[in-house]
């Protein structure tokens, strides 16, 4: 199995909590060395597990802000 890995380089923004402690967040990620991606995702209380979430490129990301302010 390839080897796989990930580090928190900016967090942004706590969404929520639930009643386990994981956080939903927004942040900036970079997986496996790859320049760091805008990360929506659900994370562990110390952060060294994480469910499903969506990355988002910073063009990605842009089109979702510039909808948001329209």
Same mark, same amino acid.
């Given at each position: 199995?390839? &080897?796989?890995?990930? &580090?928190? @380089?900016?967090?942004?923004?706590?969404?929520? &909590?639930? +009643?386990?402690? %994981?956080?939903? &967040?927004?942040?900036?990620?970079?997986?496996?060395?790859?320049?760091?991606?805008? +990360?929506?995702?659900? %994370?562990?209380? +110390?952060?060294?597990?994480m469910g499903k979430g969506i990355t988002l490129s910073n @063009?990605?990301?842009?089109?979702?802000? +510039?909808?948001?302010?329209?």
């Amino acid at each position: 199995m390839a &080897e796989f890995s990930f &580090e928190i @380089e900016e967090k942004l923004l706590v969404l929520s &909590e639930n +009643d386990k402690g %994981w956080t939903k &967040e927004l942040n900036r990620v970079s997986f496996n060395g790859a320049p760091a991606k805008y +990360d929506i995702r659900t %994370w562990s209380p +110390d952060h060294t597990k994480m469910g499903k979430g969506i990355t988002l490129s910073n @063009e990605e990301f842009q089109v979702l802000v +510039d909808a948001f302010k329209n």
